[in-house]
Structure formats: structure tokens, C-alpha cells
């Protein structure tokens, strides 16, 4: 089998020379962010299925692209698209595409995703920047043997969120109005959502919000040394005692109106950078 070090660099050699400029910010788009993109002076777009060692997009999953170019002049790479664990894919290939963001030079992931909120403060389309992390998919992206190239065998995960972007994160959404929380994320495995019990069960061991992502793209990230800002939509309220029937398309638009909170976040959190 191909080492992970040779993918990653001819998925690089393939990249590097459609693009201008070494993106400084890596930014995966989750549920309600597929507009994003639009707000990038967009210098490149290169479709997943043309990048070498990319994984395949299933059925389920949208023709994703990653997006190069500048944001308030920041150089950046956006994923349009993500792949999940639900889909089928291996940890290693829903990770591939962070590895390949470390190589190309991004020094800071911003993740984004649509998630459950379970503590009884959260609103809908709330904000919730993530503090902590609960690995509950049951798998990890770092199993395996290490390769010491792109970082530690037992990587430190005290502060897998970097303090001075949560920090970063809270002055400028106060600045612009945006209510805000900040919370530990679980992440399971999906695709169903979660029953009565689990969302008791995951609220008692100390999550705010449940998401299906995020967690995986994290782990990496930090075994790379890369800096980690979290960013989830409360899309439905996960009350177990309360508890209402989802209704997808609902939270589909609940994602979108968190999305345009986003979508004023983001950049004043890049353009605030040190
Ligand atoms: N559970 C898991 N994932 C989710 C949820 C949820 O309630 N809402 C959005 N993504």
C-alpha cells in the first residue's frame, strides 16, 4: 500500500501549480455554507475528482471543489464540500484533504458544521464556537502506524481548539451582534439522529452540541500542529425530555440562516488575525 507521505505529495505536485499563493487559512464548509465560496476572490477551483488520492464522492455526497484564493487578502483554501464518515469513507480519507492543506502551508483549520444543541441555553441558529471535543465515532484517524513525518505518535489533545481564535472568535462576533456560545462538541458517527436516551447520555458526559464531523478533521489537524477554530450552527434542540421529530429541510434552513452568521463571522475573524 502507498504510504500516506507519497499521497499527499502528488496530490501537492498536482496542486501547487494551479496555485498563486501559499494559503495561510484552511476552511472546511459545512451544512449552510455552501454560499461561502463567493465571498473568496476566487483564484482557482478544483474539482475533488481531479486531485490525485482525493477520495470518490459517493452518491450522497455533493461534486465538492477546493477553492483557492483571498479572503480580505488573506490568502485561503476552502473546501466546498466535506466528506463524512457516515458516507462510508475510511478516517484516513475524510482526513486526506486536511493533510493536504497542511502541506500546501495553512497554519490555521477553521471547521464549520451544522450540529444538535443539547444544553437547554442554546437557541436555534445559534453560534456555538467549539472549546473541547468528544471522540464518540468509535474510530481514529491517527490508527495505524505513525509516520513520524507528519507528526507524533501520541499527539497532546489539552487544547485541541487553539485559545486565542476562540478568543478571536467571541470579541469579533460581539463586535458584530452575533449571538454566540461556546461549548464542548461530540461527534458520532450518524447518519440517524440521535434518540432520547443518547441525548441524555451524551448531555450527562458534558457535550453542548452533537455533530457527525468536525472531530476527525480536528484530530488530524492537531497531530499536524496546525492551530484549530471550531465553529458549529445549533440547527435543532435536542431536549430528551422535550424532544420534537426532525424534520430535515428544517434544519437545512436553520443551517442557512446560522450560514449568514457565519458568512460575517468568518471574515472578520481572518481579517483580525495577528
Ligand atoms: N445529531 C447529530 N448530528 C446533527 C444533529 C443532531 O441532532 N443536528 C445536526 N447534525
Do not use: W
Not at 21 to 42: H, K, M, N, V, W
Not at 94 to 99: C, E, L, S
Not at 183 to 202: I, K
Amino acid at each position: 500500500m502507498q504510504a500516506l507521505v507519497e499521497k499527499i505529495s502528488e496530490a501537492i505536485d498536482f496542486l501547487k501549480p494551479q496555485i498563486q499563493q501559499t494559503p495561510r487559512i484552511g476552511l472546511i464548509l459545512g451544512t449552510g455554507l455552501g454560499d461561502f465560496s463567493q465571498q473568496i476572490q476566487q483564484q482557482a477551483s478544483i474539482a475533488y475528482e481531479e486531485i490525485p488520492h482525493f477520495p470518490h464522492s459517493t452518491v450522497e455526497s455533493h461534486a465538492g471543489k477546493l477553492v483557492f484564493g483571498t479572503l480580505n487578502e488573506t490568502p485561503i483554501v476552502a473546501m466546498e464540500g466535506r466528506f463524512h464518515f457516515y458516507e462510508g469513507y475510511s478516517m484516513k480519507e475524510v482526513t486526506f484533504p486536511v493533510r493536504v492543506m497542511k502541506a500546501l502551508g495553512v497554519e490555521i483549520l477553521i471547521i464549520t458544521n451544522a450540529a444538535g444543541g443539547m444544553n437547554p441555553q442554546y437557541q436555534l441558529a445559534d453560534i456555538m464556537i467549539i472549546e473541547d471535543q468528544i471522540n464518540l465515532m468509535g474510530d481514529n484517524p491517527l490508527r495505524g502506524i505513525n509516520d513520524d513525518r507528519l507528526g507524533l505518535r501520541f499527539p497532546d489533545m489539552s487544547a485541541p481548539y487553539d485559545r486565542g481564535l476562540i478568543n478571536l472568535a467571541e470579541q469579533q462576533a460581539l463586535a458584530l451582534q452575533i449571538r454566540t456560545q461556546t461549548g464542548v462538541f461530540v461527534a458520532v458517527t450518524g447518519p440517524n439522529l440521535e434518540t432520547r436516551a443518547e441525548y441524555r447520555m451524551l448531555r450527562q458526559m458534558g457535550a453542548d452540541c452533537v455533530g457527525m464531523s468536525t472531530v476527525p478533521e480536528c484530530i488530524v489537524a492537531n497531530h499536524a500542529s496546525m492551530k484549530v477554530l471550531g465553529l458549529s450552527v445549533v440547527t435543532d434542540i435536542c431536549l430528551p425530555d422535550a424532544l420534537e421529530p426532525v424534520d430535515i429541510s428544517n434544519i437545512l434552513k436553520i443551517a442557512a440562516d446560522g450560514g449568514k452568521k457565519l458568512a460575517r463571522l468568518i471574515p472578520e475573524i481572518i481579517a483580525n488575525l495577528d
